[in-house]
């Protein structure tokens, strides 16, 4: 997939900087806390958007 790396500060390294990415199914790739994932065949809002918190992805609750 691809994604984007998004850096607090120049010197961060990018394995500890969080990412943005999308795919289909839930996340099961292993991303530094504060990452993104944009699920491209969720079914409804709550399946739409996961995040890394904590070293595990959450959905994130969507407009119902």
Sequence with gaps: ???YIVKALPADLPSAAPTVTSGTGVPATT???GSIFLRT???NADQAIYARIAGSWV???GAT
């Design 1 to 3: 997939a691809v994604g």
């Design 31 to 33: 991303e530094p806390n």
């Design 41 to 43: 065949d969720g079914a």
């Design 59 to 61: 959905a994130m609750k």
